[in-house]
């Protein structure tokens, strides 16, 4: 039953209060559309997104060219965005992306490794070790200059060449990227895998080796649908930072089967009829993502976008 397409309000006294949403929509779901998208419609994607309410909205990755074709125009699209107040965080591999993201005022970036090593040499042609002892001096110098800095961390439940992924391989990376400095960790359910006991276990586990929950975001894909339930397991474990991204853009390039992330409307309603403040405004946010489908040419695969963009 929803009132103006909005969920009824049933709050639930063991959820956190508030949820800070970090949208991935631009860089993690449109660096896996097959249609890359013209500079000035990201620019207005990440307006409307912003517009709408979103506060963390991450632009672009400063990557090499070949390896994210879709993203190439970093350089171009971060000054057509930096006036906007939001936060604008931006994925650096190396030292050269850090210094490419510097020179455009970044304030904000992200290094992101794996769990695994054939996802480690795949995305970053390196070994976990080789991925770690390159993000050492780019976080320290992100540190030195008092950017924020976000580590990600890529298949932690499992991965599409070594199966399901042991817990303390997450840790080990976790720890690594914390003692480096970073501020705060996103654990990825890149394949879209986890169920929520997992993620319970995963985050406890975590905790008993030091890693606080609140230094913790979580970022799950919706393969098997099991997005919603595990970003609530989550919850229940006291994690307020959800990464999501809007209209559920994006895939996985290492696994064909592998739906986007968790889409931010699919997020923001299950939040709303919580209780849980995200300072959304879902009817801008599904007309946004209904106007990005139509440049991709491809519906919104969120059943939110779905629900309250249909037409009678
Ligand atoms: P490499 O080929 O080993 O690079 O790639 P290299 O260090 O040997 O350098 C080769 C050339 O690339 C050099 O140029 C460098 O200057 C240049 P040359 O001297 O030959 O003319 N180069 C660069 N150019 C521009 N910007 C740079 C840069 N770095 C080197 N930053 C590298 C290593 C890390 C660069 C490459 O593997 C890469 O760019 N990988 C990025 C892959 C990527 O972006 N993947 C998607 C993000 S991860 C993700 O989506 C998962 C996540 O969403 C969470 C989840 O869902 O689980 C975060
Ligand atoms: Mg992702």
Redesign the pocket.
Known sequence: MTVQGLPMVVPSEDLPPRVRIHE?GP??GL??EQRTVPTEVKAEFIRRLAAAGLTTIEAT?????K??PQ?ADAEQLYPMVGDLQVALPV????E??LD?ALALGARRV?V?ASVTESFAKA????TVDEALA?FEPVVAHAKDRKLHVRG?????FGDPWEGPVPIHQVVRVSKALMDMGCDEL?L???IGVATPGHVQDLLSELNEEGVPTSALGV?F?DTYGQALANTLAALQHGVTTVDASAGGLGG?PYAKSATG?LATEDLVWMLQGLGIDTGVDLGRLTATSVWMAAHLDRPSPSRTVRALSHKE
Do not use: K
């Open positions: 991935v860089r993690d660096q896996n990755s400063f990557v090499h060219p390896w994210v993203l994925l650096v591999p190396n050269r992306g490419r992200a992101f995305n970053l042609n390196r390159m990600y961390l890529s298949m932690c996103s990825g359910d890149t970022h894909h996985c992330n």
